[in-house]
């Protein structure tokens, strides 16, 4: 787990790698987006019939978690500590108002309390050190303090019990391979009075997978079929937990 997450993101570099590298066409990221896009679409549409929410996306980096749902939520409000992450997403048209938020310290107030609300942290979790995690729930608890307050959807992108675990041996010592086991996520959540009440995988191959021309195919075909079943959540490399307040 890196203890200097935040400061990565402070670099243009790194801001270019993220959007022009890890998401190209034909790449692994590319190919769960579009698989979490259809989720997450279905999703908003199935639970807000009343009134269609504000997406509230924390460590929004370049807007990606936002441009997923354009649309379909009544407007959308996005939070980072980078501001070149912000910069990028203005760049790209996000249609959002972008906020500045301070790395560390009290957690930030959100823009808007109105609602119902579509709280989304996605890629944090997995590298964040536990600070930084329990600051981004609590974050979604301000917004959400009771049960039909709306939604909270966090990524776990390294399931432990996924194939992805396999590759764990090799890349020891690299700060960038961090694992996290659905218990850990549900134990997170529940520290901020959620609860999980639907969990989805997006992909069962991992990301190598994707790079070999010859494996690519088949890899998306499975995967395509495996995201309609919650079973396979469980052993898929990146999951989606949709959690509510517990009710008091």
Same mark, same amino acid.
């Given at each position: !787990?890196? /203890? ?8 243009e570099? $790194? ?14 990221? /590319? ?5 979490? @896009?259809? +989720?997450?679409?279905?999703l908003?549409?199935?639970? +807000?019939t ?11 980096? /370049? ?21 070149? !992450?912000?910069?990028k ?19 930030? #107030?959100?823009? /808007? ?5 579509l ?14 995690? *329990?600051? %981004?729930?609590?974050?979604?608890? &301000? ?11 966090v ?8 194939? @992805?675990?396999?590759r ?9 391979? %961090?694992?996290?086991?659905? $218990?850990e996520?549900?134990?997170?959540? %529940?520290?901020?009075? +959620? #609860?999980?009440? *639907? @969990?989805?995988? +997006? ?7 994707y790079? &070999?021309?010859?494996?690519?195919? !088949? ?16 052993? $898929? ?6 959690? @509510?307040?517990?009710?008091?």
């Amino acid at each position: !787990m890196r /203890t200097d997450y935040a400061e990565v993101f402070q670099s243009e570099a $790194a801001v270019e790698k993220y959007e022009q590298v890890v998401y190209a066409p034909e790449t692994y990221a /590319t190919a769960v987006s579009g698989r979490q @896009r259809a +989720f997450l679409r279905r999703l908003v549409r199935r639970e +807000f019939t009343a009134r269609r929410p504000i997406q509230h996306d924390f460590a929004c980096g /370049t807007g990606r978690a936002i441009k997923l749902l354009h649309g379909v939520v009544r407007a959308a409000h996005g939070y980072d500590s980078s501001e070149q !992450m912000l910069a990028k997403a203005r760049e790209a048209g996000v249609y959002a108002k972008l906020h500045q938020v301070s790395e560390d310290g009290p957690v930030p #107030e959100p823009a /808007t309390t109105d609602g119902p609300a579509l709280v989304t942290v996605f890629r944090l979790l997995l590298n964040a050190p536990k600070d930084v995690r *329990d600051r %981004a729930i609590a974050f979604a608890a &301000r917004l959400l303090p009771e049960a039909d307050s709306g939604l909270l959807v966090v990524e776990n992108h390294g399931n432990r019990s996924s194939l @992805r675990h396999l590759r764990h041996r090799r890349h020891r010592g690299n700060t960038w391979f %961090a694992e996290l086991q659905h $218990a850990e996520v549900e134990q997170l959540l %529940a520290r901020h009075g +959620f #609860e999980v009440i *639907d @969990r989805r995988g +997006f992909a069962v191959f991992p990301a190598g997978a994707y790079r &070999r021309e010859w494996l690519r195919p !088949m890899a998306r075909r499975a995967d395509d079929l495996a995201t309609r079943s919650r079973r396979l959540s469980g052993v $898929a490399t990146d999951v989606l937990y949709v959690a @509510r307040r517990i009710p008091k």
